[in-house]
């Protein structure tokens, strides 16, 4: 990780490495004031609230830890999202914390995450015919099942590895886009994942 | 508020404290509410609060398991291919409380220190080994796997989050999903 620039950069930098010995919710602003060498007020005054900062934690863990690569076709999407969810394996605290700053009643004014816009951007260029309805469908579906909600899940719930995560994520994804006519799409999606299991 | 029939390992006392709470979330946030207010909402005293949940996170946690268990309870499914409209009635319940709907949909997101997240899972595997037992286990552990995704509060949270869509909306896109996964095995049951 880069040098902290900033006192709310370091902030967060420091509760990064509380996370590798306790939880999210074991990290007190006591103790976090005492780790950057600041006092508890500027904290307060960074982060007024503990879901301001699980919401700024993990913006910056995504950022410095967690970052997705750029995708245009679907296979690029799977792929990338494979990348991440291998990333949240070795990292799963971390993970964990991005999960639940997904589910928190908004803080501040979030904006879209880049995988939403980015799963809508590559719709746009693969199946331009298609109407908003399943549009949002798809989109809503594919950005759902690649997110670090589904990682932490299937983690917690079904005690699944990453190679077994990404594997369910491509039959989630192989189901979503086998529902859409093949003329759907600009050009023909090599290896669509899933599809060959959907047809018995 | 409905009553915590549905929770019976509770006391009278902890259904207090726990709906008492739930109230308080709707109208403060989750992050503002003092154990004394929570006491004084409830009609008991501040040390019976912390005597029942020492900390905040087993409040926390308590809470969510009673929201879900009552105010976000469910009509049980008899058919896996039943799960989309229940997913769609769902949706519509965490449409009208959003504030308890983050609250269930982050303490099922801390790991092993926080609650389940996948209650209905058993329930979803006893409908589909009794309706679709031909499917190999990696088949069997996506659709579950799948289902159980789509049928959680984290939907509703993400549909309306990152695409602004409003509870019609957000119903008929968890409800058309959770049909796209039921499309693989809709013709595989084992006739009765």
Known sequence: ?200 | MTEPAAVPALSGTQGAILAAYAELIEELGSDDVSYRVIARRAGIAERTVFRNYPTRVDLLLATAAWIEATLFAREESHSIFDIPLAIRDAMQRYDARPELAHVVAETAMRGVSGAAPSPGRAQLERLLDAEVPSLDAAQRRAVIAALSHLDSVGTWVTFHREFGMDRRDIADAAGWAAEAVLDSIRDRVTPA
């Open chain 1, 1 to 200: 990780m880069e040098e902290p620039v900033d006192t709310a950069t370091a902030i967060l930098a420091s509760a990064a490495v509380l996370l590798r010995e306790r939880s999210f919710d074991d990290i007190s602003y006591r103790a976090l004031a005492d780790e950057v060498g600041i006092s508890e007020r500027t904290i307060y005054r960074q982060y007024p609230t503990r879901a301001h900062l699980l919401a700024a934690l993990s913006n910056w863990l995504e950022q410095t830890c967690f970052p997705l690569a750029p995708f245009v076709t679907v296979s690029d999407f799977c792929a990338a999202v494979h990348e991440r969810f291998r990333a949240f394996d070795a990292s799963p605290a971390y993970a964990y914390v991005g999960a639940r700053a997904s589910a928190i009643s908004p803080t501040l004014d979030t904006e879209q995450a880049y995988i939403t816009r980015a799963i809508e951007a590559m719709l746009d260029v693969s199946a331009p015919t298609l109407n908003r309805r399943d549009r949002r469908r798809v989109s809503a579906s594919l950005r759902y099942f690649s997110s670090a909600m589904f990682w932490a899940r299937l983690r917690t719930g079904f005690d699944l590895d990453a190679d077994e995560i990404c594997d369910a994520f491509d039959r989630a994804v192989g189901t979503v886009l086998a529902r859409l006519p093949h003329t759907t799409w600009a050009e023909p999606i090599a290896g669509r994942p899933g599809v060959t299991w959907a047809e018995p």
